[in-house]
């Protein structure tokens, strides 16, 4: 008589020292990129960043238990430095300004309290220039979203009781 179901992965003898060693691969590979002079990322298919190495997380100036699972969004753009100087108007954190040797650069900008990032550059994706669609900034409070003057860095609304 068959058991009607296959047997459990998990109960194969074979199965643990398998995992052993693949597990101490992956740590001898994370230990090898965190010894690098180069700054290295890996992300998943949803663009979230699933590791970062020491040279990255110095150059970030983050923890990188705080930038693994941050979503970044990639926008094609024309003008690299133009749209650098928009987000920095725009009073978002400039995460990375990165240049190869290559051609390739990547800018990365964080807005206020969020747990999402753009980035845009040269060579970091094939779309054109303005091809994104379906984008949507959020704030918490419209009025001082509204009343923000980007030239200045700061709030248009004063306060009546002073």
């Not at 650098?84 to 954190?93: M, N, S, V």
Request: hydrophobic share 35%; proline share 7%; aromatic share 12%.
């Amino acid at each position: 008589m068959t058991a009607p179901f296959p047997p459990n992965p998990k109960a194969t003898p074979k199965r643990k020292p398998v995992e052993e060693q693949l597990r101490k691969s992956e740590l001898r590979t994370y230990a090898l990129l965190d010894n690098s002079p180069n700054q290295i990322f890996l992300k998943d298919r949803e663009l979230r960043y699933l590791y970062v190495n020491l040279e990255f997380e110095r150059a970030l100036r983050f923890d990188r238990e705080h930038v693994r699972g941050k979503k970044v969004v990639v926008i094609p753009v024309l003008d690299v430095d133009r749209a650098k100087e928009f987000y920095g108007r725009l009073g978002w954190r400039l995460d990375a300004d990165f240049h190869f040797d290559n051609g390739f650069r990547v800018v990365q900008f964080t807005p206020p309290g969020s747990g999402c990032s753009v980035q845009f550059g040269t060579n970091i994706t094939s779309a054109e220039p303005g091809s994104a669609q379906g984008l949507y900034l959020v704030v918490s409070d419209i009025g001082a979203a509204r009343d923000y003057d980007v030239s200045t860095n700061r709030s248009r609304r004063f306060d009546l009781r002073q």
